[in-house]
């Protein structure tokens, strides 16, 4: 029965990131970047190509608040004016 004691449940722990950028080129760097913080998962919106979806699965015992702030800072910095519409946050369920 779900809840007994003594069962565990998997929690999930990831960092999302949504932007938008004209440069695949950009993109790509973004993306090679961010794999410092763990693994990286990307979606590519199929209506708006400038879109994309990033989850980042980090180590079980990071700060996941210090991490997406992390996160922005690299985005922001790889990025430099060519992306915009940045958004991150984290998830732990």
Do not use: C, H, W
């Not at 949504?18 to 199929?46: C, H, M, P, Q, W």
């Amino acid at each position: 029965m779900a809840g007994e004691k003594g069962e565990k449940r998997k929690v999930k722990r990831v960092i999302r990131l949504f932007f938008n950028t004209y440069d695949e080129n950009v993109a790509k760097k973004i993306f090679e970047s961010l794999k410092v913080f763990g693994e990286v998962k990307v979606r590519r919106s199929s209506i708006l190509k400038e879109f994309y979806y990033v989850e980042i699965t980090p180590p079980a015992d990071a700060d996941l608040k210090d991490l997406a702030s992390k996160v922005e800072e690299v985005v922001r910095s790889v990025g430099d004016d060519s992306v915009f519409g940045i958004r991150v946050y984290y998830v732990q369920t």
